[in-house]
């Protein structure tokens, strides 16, 4: 069974760092494509980052929303997949999603909420 | 990016049939995807490659179109049905979703 889980959401002020992390199972995590996606509170989803595999370097992708402050990596002998947010701003207060690409498709975990708040 | 723009909201009685549909601003051929997602829940997947349902997706809900003009069927719709339905493209970088259509039953 495919599992996505992601922790590290939580209140966070203006201006600070904070680091999501996806635990994956149940699927060749090394050989596949992973995003982050967003949602905030009662809007739609929105693309957030892309890291493809090692057969592609790694390649990651970025939303011009979030390029220069998120870094997206992972760890393929832990089958994780990590973003990295700096500068929070109000605007990125959404639950956070890992999603597992496949062939395009995704397939979601349950998310965690991350509030960007003074 | 590629614009993905659906109708925001539909309401239905049961037993139904119920169309929503996804226009793309430029074409996708047929990478285009359906996602429900229940209050509270993550998006799940209904149809992948516009037209080919996921694997223990009630046959009640179809998929059909290609290039721009998508089209996501459920018949007949049943109370559970209650959710909203995003759209998603992955044939131009980056992924781009629809704004959803909340589906609302009578």
């Known amino acids: 069974e495919v599992q996505l889980v992601e922790t590290g959401g939580g209140l966070v002020r203006p201006g600070s760092s904070l680091k999501l992390s996806c635990a994956t199972s149940?699927?060749?995590?090394?050989?596949?494509?992973m995003n982050w996606v967003r949602q905030a509170p009662g809007k739609g989803l929105e693309w957030v980052a892309l890291i493809k595999d090692k057969y592609s370097n790694y390649e990651a992708n970025y939303a011009e929303s979030v390029k220069g402050r998120f870094t997206i990596s992972r760890d393929d002998s832990k089958s994780r997949v990590y973003l990295q947010m700096n500068t929070l701003r109000d605007q990125d207060t959404a639950t956070y999603y890992c999603?597992?690409?496949?062939?395009?498709?995704?397939?979601w975990g349950q998310g965690t909420l991350v509030t960007v708040s003074s | 990016d590629t614009v993905l723009t659906q109708s925001p909201a539909l309401a239905v009685s049961p037993g139904e049939r119920v169309t929503i549909s996804c226009r793309a601003s430029?074409?996708?051929?047929?990478?285009m995807h359906w996602y429900q997602q229940k209050p509270g829940q993550q998006p799940t997947l209904l149809i992948y490659l516009a037209s080919n349902l996921e694997s223990g997706v009630p046959a009640r809900f179809s998929g059909s179109g290609s290039g721009t003009d998508f089209t996501l069927t459920i018949d007949p719709v049943e109370a559970d049905d209650t959710a909203t339905y995003y759209c998603q493209q992955s044939w131009n970088d980056p992924w781009t979703f629809g704004g959803g259509t909340k589906l609302e039953l009578k």
């Open positions: 999603t597992r690409d496949y062939g395009g498709v995704a397939y």
């Open positions: 149940g699927f060749t995590f090394s050989n596949t494509w």
């Open positions: 430029e074409s996708v051929s047929t990478l």
